[in-house]
Each structure stands twice: as C-alpha cells, then as structure tokens.
C-alpha cells in the first residue's frame, strides 16, 4: 500500500494547537524563572558524557529542556528561539525575554478565548512596543561605573565585575576578548596577538549544542578569495587537516549551498572537524579582512586574481592560532608570536598615503585590530562544573559591558519597565491587550522581587529608584549601581514581543512524517 502525506502526518487546529504549543512555552519559562536576579537559583542539568552541570544562564538551560509530546516540543523550540536571538543580538537578558514571552503569551491565548481578536492583539503590541522602546532609549545613559555593569551581569560578584570590565574598559568596546577554562583555581588575564571577525560560522552543526559556539585549540588555518564551489576543492585540506589530527578553519568570501551540506554530512558522520567563516562586508572589505587574518595566522592567502585555488594547497601554506572562538556573529583568534611587521608598516604608508578621509579611516581601523591584540580570561574553579557556570557568567559580563558602552545603560532591575509602563498609562492608553502588555513589562521587576522572597505584589517606584532583588526594598539606583545596558533591554523586548505575535497567529501545528 502507497502512504501519501495526508494518511501519515499529524495536524492539530485553532486553540487545540495554541494550547499545546503553550505548554511548551511555559515549561522553558518555568525552568529559568528562578535564575532571575540577585538572588538566583540554578539549574542542574544531565550531562551524558561527564558530570551534571549546575547553571543559571538562560540560554544554556532553553537549550537543555525538551518534551516528548512532538506539539509542546514546538512551544519549547518556539521560547529557545527567543532566548537565542536575545543572545545573539547582546550576549545577555535571554531570561528576561524568556519570562517576558511568558506573560505575553500565556494572556495573549486568554485573550482570544473570550473573543479578542489576534490581529488586534498583534496591532496593538506594536503600538506598545513602539512607544515603549522611545521611552527606554530617552532614559539612557552614557555617565556611569562600568564595573557596576559588570558586577549585576555576573550575579553580583564585585571581585569579577572589576576584572572585567578592567579587561573591557582596556581593549574597547570593538575589542577581542575570549574566555576560556582556568588551569588552576584561579581567575586572571592573559594577553596575546589576535584580532576578533565580525563573522561567525557557517552552520550550527560546526558549533557546540550547548554553548553555541565553535571552539578550537591550535586548528590549520586556510586564508582565500575564492568562492568554495565544490567539496572536491575541499579535500585535500581536509585530507591534510586529518592527517595531522587537527580542526581546520577556513576563511572565504562565500560558499556554494550544496559544498556545505556535503561537508556538514563529513562533520556529522565525525570525519572532519570544520569551521567555515565569511567575512562581512562588501568585496574590498572582505579583502581587507582576509589579508589581516593572512597575516595574523601566518597563512598564505589563496588569491583568485593570480590564478591561486586551495585545490592545490600544500601544509606550508596552512596558518594556525592557539585559540579559535566563533559564536554567530563573531570570530576571535588569538595568535602566537609572529612576525607581522611588514603587514603594519604596509597598512601604515597606506594609511599616511591615503587623501580619502573614508578610506585612511579604513586603514587605521584595520591597523588597530591587528596591533591591539586579545585579551583572555582565564575563569578559575575548584571544580568543571563550578568552571562552567562561571564561564557562562562571565560570558555574559563581558557582552554586557561591551554593550553599555555602545548603547549606554538604564536602570535595571526591570526598573526601567516598570517606568515604561507608567508612561505608557499616563498616555492614555487602556484596555485589555494594554494591561496585558503592562503586564509583560512588569514581569522582570515582579519576578526579581519573588526570588528574593518578598511579598509584594504592587509597587510605586520614584524614577531613579528599582526593587533590590535582596530584599524587596525600594533603593537608589546610582547609589547602589544597578544597570542594564539600554541595548540588552531593548533586544530583550523586542524579542519576546515577535514570538508572542507568531504564537498568538499560528492556526494548525503540523507534524511532518519522519520517513
């Protein structure tokens, strides 16, 4: 007998599929809910191949959780999504638009039940959303103690919040800084030549699940201008890459679709280990990158204008790094000891030569990412899984600080929401999908103050004050130094409003045969 697609799929409809996708929603939020604030708890999670890890960073638990009910399973991948566009856009506050998306989504199908409509629904969150985001980025601001930041983004530990945003304030807000796992018990800072790639990796299946990212020690690096068109071209850098027992990296300004998926399959299979990045930017920037990664990597850069292919490569001309650290976004390498001296002194006549303002400003941006170096921070603990969390926390420290001085900061313990959806009253807005809106900006600060163990549920605060999630108490924000950066606020909001759109318009949940 022939199957067709309609006698083996699954199709659930209407408020039966919300509903179960909701199910989904809730039992990620429900999960993070108690590492929000000061006064955070952990998450213990099973670790299949070692000892169980204890953390309290919102993606890395999202990441973690699963149903074996297919439909709550999309509710589940519909949250971790929030979680890590939040982490891509900032680095951090992937639990405050988790519990946000929450609240969001949770009324929004309370709402449709009696009769609302999702369009409304939608309209009106946009409205909100809109006017919401004018009043945070009013209230930001660029006067403020970095090591404040920094000590709120890594669970209030002012002895690591000094470190880094010591390390940050020093490499910049542009600045390359990895983290990676102490030797020893201690927590300290090494600096080394690298440069950081605005560019991160071709595909998910290069990186790590859990962190998300592509870490390698000492890979083989491969530098060129040409398009990776086939994976014939491909194979004898792999057949090299293996022979040494060593990751490859390979740097090109694009890739065919159908290479990739023939490589991912190598990859998955566990044959190859490999990282494609594409640098960003137009041609003469993506140029000008790989002529400074040539020269930091000590690769020889494969250049289709002279007629060069990596179909013919040799090992001399692979480069390597000591670290290698590709996220979805960025690339940082840090380098041994290599003598790039010829490079500088060629970016700086061009750079001295150069009449157009654009273009020496170019040369003088790529002079400073290539001499500025990385600075690693090395997270000590007595323990891998006590290693472990503090890597994650500090990951989100580091971001945070490099966010705040881009963007500026607000006063954080959801503080700033809370002020945002005074303002929003004070327009006169009102209604049902209003209040639920004012609900879901009220999520952070009620949620702080529920982990501390207070017992308020109503609050009246003045502009320049917030709810210390210690103990509940109304306090000054300058006084104690309790900030958020404006940017990881906004992308916060931003990101648990647009899944509470698409969940609140979704109409059918569909289960595809597996064969």
Known sequence: MILVWSDIMSLITGAEARSKLLLGVNKVANAVKGTFGPNARTVIIQNPIGMPVILNDGVSIARAVHDTDPYAQMGIDLLKEVASEAQEKSGDGTTGATLIAQTLCNGSLSLMESGTSPLKIRDEFKLYLSETEEFIQSES???????????????????LGNLIAGVVEKVGRHGAITIEKSPTTETYVRESKGLEVNAGFAHAV?????????EYKNPMIITTTEKLESFQSLVPSLEIAVKENKPLVIFAPDYN??????LLVNIVQGKVSVCIVKPSGMPQ????????ISSATNSHLFKVSLGETIKEITSKQMGTCETFDSSPTTTTLSVKENDNTNHINYLTEQRDSETNDWLR???NNRLQRITSGVSTIYVGGSTDVEQTESKERVDDAVNACKLALESGVVIGGG????????????????????????NGLLTPITTIVSNSGATKTRYSLGKAYYMCGKTGEMRKAKEDGVYDPTQVVLNSL??????????????AAIIAPTA
């Open 141 to 159: 601001i660029t006067d403020f103690d970095l090591v404040n930041v920094a000590t709120i983004a890594s669970n209030n530990d002012r002895e």
């Open 415 to 438: 503080a700033t929401l809370y002020h945002a959806s005074q303002a929003l009253r004070k327009a006169g807005h009102s209604g049902e999908v209003f209040e639920l809106f004012v």
């Open 285 to 292: 920037q993506q140029q000008a990158w790989l002529e400074d």
């Open 206 to 214: 290069m990186a790590n699940a859990s962190r998300n990212k592509c």
């Open 494 to 507: 931003e990101s648990a409003v647009s899944i509470a759109a698409l969940l609140l318009m979704t109409d």
């Open 361 to 363: 400003e170019e040369y």
């Open 257 to 262: 679709p159908m290479m990739l998926q023939n």
